[in-house]
């Protein structure tokens, strides 16, 4: 039975899928890719294709703003990799299978979640549902069990969450629309802006992670290239780490006013922990350069940039599915399945 239990996290750029006993074993592009309606790839052999298609392909994220939002396709995507998975380690009919979800979205929103995973291929005889900050805060080994408040800003693909738990239980998150993919879209409409140069997403990232400083840039160059707006010719430009620490800063500063405004309405008692315990970093995100101290200098506390950030919840869910009983309350059903076999 170990083997049918799965955790999945349905995230806004990649999906992960948990296996009990063994740890991570789909981890790739949430990403499909069709061509005349019809489903041609998934994952990351969709997201070679991208940008490079022809025009009868379309190449879509199922997931955007941390909801699901084409739930046809997201299941055609989860038959894939399950069937992936089925391949290697035989029948997994009858699993069970826990599901991370946001807690800032309406319940029609969440309920998606859970009749995706029941009406996938694995034909599930138990789906529960994590709230994500939950899963994020025991993948970073913090303990949400006790009485003692934990503070946790996971800056995803499209939208940042910002959560404060105690007791195994949210005291108040708010999701935020920004992400990384904000600042890849602000980097590519900066560097057309000011140098007349066309790049697409993965260039963007690529200089987000060579050169994005939240704040205090030290002065870093990276070429890339692009095609020039006016010749409409591909052309090799220099890009400095002053530019795109600029481009990106509006964005990170409304991340902060967000969770000093949850910070504020936060029960005294619970300010106190945070004090003591500082505010805890996850996502993709936080391994843009100085983010603690852009984070520190404006909410004075001490700031903790999780290790190995982007795995977080995934991690989580494993911790959850290997402890037994010892979460029971923070993984709870959302429905009821009647299935055999």
């Known amino acids: 039975m170990a083997a049918k239990v799965f955790g999945i996290d349905f995230g806004t750029s990649t999906i992960k899928i948990y296996r009990k006993n063994e740890g991570v074993i789909f981890d790739q592009k949430n990403l499909i890719a069709l061509c005349n309606g019809q489903a041609v790839a998934i994952g990351d052999e969709a997201f070679r294709m991208l940008g490079k298609a022809p025009d009868n392909y379309t190449i879509t994220y199922p997931v955007k703003n941390g909801v699901i939002a084409d739930i046809n396709n997201m299941l055609i995507l989860l038959n894939e990799a399950f069937a992936q998975i089925e391949k290697k380690v035989g029948k997994i009919t009858g699993s069970e299978i826990i599901v991370a979800t946001p807690t800032d979205i309406t319940e029609v929103e969440q309920r998606a979640y859970f009749d995706l995973a029941s009406n996938c291929i694995a034909k599930p005889k138990k789906v529960r549902i994590v709230q994500k900050p939950i899963a994020c805060a025991i993948g970073t080994g913090l303990e949400v069990m006790n009485a003692s408040g934990v503070m946790v800003v996971d800056i995803g693909a499209d939208t940042t969450e910002i959560s404060i738990m105690s007791i195994g239980g949210i005291v108040s998150s708010k999701l935020v629309p920004i992400g990384g993919n904000t600042f890849d879209s602000l980097i590519i409409n900066n560097v057309r802006k000011k140098y007349n140069l066309i790049i697409g997403n993965a260039t963007a990232e690529t200089l987000k992670k060579e050169l994005a400083f939240a704040c205090e840039p030290e002065h870093l160059t990276y070429k890339i290239c692009g095609k020039d707006v006016l010749s409409g010719l591909p052309i090799d430009m220099e890009m ?54 852009l984070f520190a200098s404006e909410t004075m506390l001490d700031i903790n940039i999780c290790e190995d950030p982007s795995n977080n919840v995934v991690k989580g869910l494993g911790i959850i599915l290997e402890s037994g009983s010892k979460y029971n309350s923070v993984a709870f059903a959302s429905g009821q399945i009647s299935r055999i076999g």
Do not use: C, H
């Open 240 to 293: 400095d780490s002053e530019m795109i620490t600029e481009t990106i800063s509006e964005s990170l500063y409304q991340i902060v006013d967000n969770v000093k405004a949850i910070l504020e309405n936060a029960p005294p008692e619970i300010s106190a922990d945070i004090m003591d315990s500082g505010i805890f970093i996850a996502g993709g995100s936080a391994n843009i350069r100085n983010i603690d101290k």
